[in-house]
């Protein structure tokens, strides 16, 4: 009998088990072109004129469920923006003399919504829920969130006054930007404890985000990153995850995918005009939103995860540049051609200082004392760091009060190209590229009953419960929930 088909068996066999070992030892990462259980859109951003009475630009998310069974959804939006202090010219402070109105920031409020099989549906950060309601007023079906600017008491004002005064513009639009975290859970039945919304394998929900700018006539969308669960079957429950109680994600590889250990920008450097042609001088920059993977969204969780980005710069000439960083807490969205932590020091973004048209970045979370956390994350904030259960019980698992901390990113690029002599405007953006790996969390309230939320991952005894309807947005310190979507508000 010949050897020879033994041989290739055996070496067949081989080569089988070294995949199969390689592959288990390395963590399978997040990505922005797959399906997945858990999704997170980067970027959600709403503009008004300087009044606050004109929509200049609203972002549509879009999520489907690629199954033939319906899903139950849970999320969170996300304002990235820090706090704001009220200030005023004098004393007492009165509408006369305010120089800074109170803006929160880091405040967060949750929905839930039903996906049915193979279902798309779509939501409006301006808007809220667009679609059908029955005539008990509730929700059929589909994204059935409330808008985004459920995150600011400014808008229940009358006239509303939404969002908060743009520097990058000299005051001349309003904003309120962040991001938002979306992830399967299970329906309530018999099978498991009731009430309790237990994550789930699903990886069968598709994002992506359309952000249009009505006052520039153009438009842009990226793809959600998405994160595989990693449960055997699909519908399977993830609190069986050893070490992981009920109110935690281990964004770790073994549950969910992994997140990166750094991101790779490629970019135009600013104030470049590679791009010109056409009889056009085209000009360009490029506006970069990074944030941590990492978040704490309970009411009195441990704020927001601070951390310092490092930025590596290569120019076309292979020259590498360093220096040039950024403190971020929780989540950042700045012009390259602003993106300095002080004047001090050498912004290689800038064409000028790179002396190349193209540059590429490695953008690195890490910790520093360069970063402290009163200042950059705001009073709230701070409290909750301060009065944390324990001083390392951080959403990244690291960083005491007043401390950065090593953290996972991701994040998006918009670039901004200005045409002249036309005067015409245009975007165009990307989600960015990561490398490595870095384990992150997320962190909330599990829900036991249909209204008590209680919190488990350490906090015996807390519960808060809320009334159906609408709340009261103007609390600075508490989570807006249950926010009822009524038809003409």
């Known amino acids: 009998m010949s050897r020879k088909p033994f041989v290739l068996l055996l070496v067949g066999a081989l080569c089988l088990a070294l995949a199969s070992a390689a592959s288990a030892q ?14 997170i859109f980067s970027k959600i951003e709403l503009k ?23 899903v139950r959804v849970l999320g969170y939006f996300i304002n990235g923006d820090l706090e704001l202090q009220e200030r005023c010219s004098g004393e007492p402070c009165t509408p006369d003399n305010i120089i800074q109105e109170y803006e929160p920031g880091w405040n967060t409020f ?13 939501w409006s950060a301006a808007q809220g829920f667009i679609g059908t309601l029955g005539s008990d007023g509730q929700v059929i079906g589909g994204f059935g969130c409330g808008p985004f600017t ?22 001349q639009t309003r904003i309120l930007r962040g991001y938002a975290i979306f992830w399967a859970v299970r329906f309530n039945d018999d099978d498991f404890d009731p009430g309790l919304w237990e994550e789930i394998r699903w990886n069968h929900l598709k994002g ?22 990693h449960a055997e079957d699909n519908g399977d429950s993830l609190n069986e995850y050893p070490g992981d109680p009920p109110g935690t994600l281990s964004l770790d590889g073994l549950e969910y995918d992994i997140p990166f250990d750094t991101l790779i920008l490629d970019f135009y450097g600013t104030g470049s005009t590679a791009l010109s042609g056409g009889g056009q001088t085209v000009t360009t920059d490029t506006d970069l939103t990074v944030h941590a993977v990492s978040v704490d969204v309970r009411q009195d969780g441990c704020g927001p995860v601070l951390t310092k980005v490092e930025a590596d710069i290569w120019n076309e000439f292979e020259t590498k540049f360093s220096g040039t960083r950024r403190c971020v807490c929780c989540w950042d969205q700045t012009m390259l051609s602003n993106w300095v932590r002080s004047a001090a020091i050498p912004n290689h973004f800038r064409r000028s200082a790179l002396r190349t ?38 959403a990244g698992g690291g960083g005491f009060l007043g401390e950065s901390e090593d953290a996972s990113i991701l994040g998006l690029a918009t670039k901004f190209l200005s045409f002249s002599p036309s005067g015409d405007e245009a975007t165009a953006g990307m989600n960015l590229v990561g490398a490595g790996e870095e384990e992150a969390e997320v962190r909330y309230i599990a ?13 015996e005894g807390e519960t808060d419960v ?9 609390d600075r310190n508490s989570t807006v929930r249950d926010v009822t979507v009524t038809p003409g508000e």
């Open 466 to 474: 809320k009334s159906a309807g609408k709340v009261n947005r103007t």
């Open 26 to 39: 390395t963590p399978s990462r997040v990505s922005a072109s797959q399906k997945g259980s858990l999704l």
């Open 110 to 122: 949750d929905c839930e919504f039903t996906l049915t099989g193979d279902q798309p549906s779509f």
């Open 208 to 229: 992506d985000a359309l952000i249009v700018n009505y006052e520039n006539g153009t438009a842009w969308e990226y793809n959600a990153w998405a994160f595989q669960a």
């Open 48 to 70: 008004w004129s300087a009044d606050g009475q004109t929509l200049l630009q609203d972002t549509f998310l879009d999520i489907a469920n690629d199954h033939p069974d319906p």
């Open 447 to 459: 829900r036991i009953g249909p209204r008590d939320l209680v919190d488990l991952s350490g906090r």
């Open 357 to 394: 048209d193209k540059g590429k970045a490695r953008l690195d979370g890490v910790e520093s004392i360069e970063c402290e956390y009163f200042t950059l994350c705001g009073e709230t904030a701070s409290l909750k760091r301060r009065f944390c259960d324990d001083g390392n019980d951080t």
């Open 150 to 171: 459920g995150l600011d008491p400014g808008f229940n004002e009358d006239p509303p006054i939404p969002g908060r005064l743009d520097p990058e513009t000299n005051m």
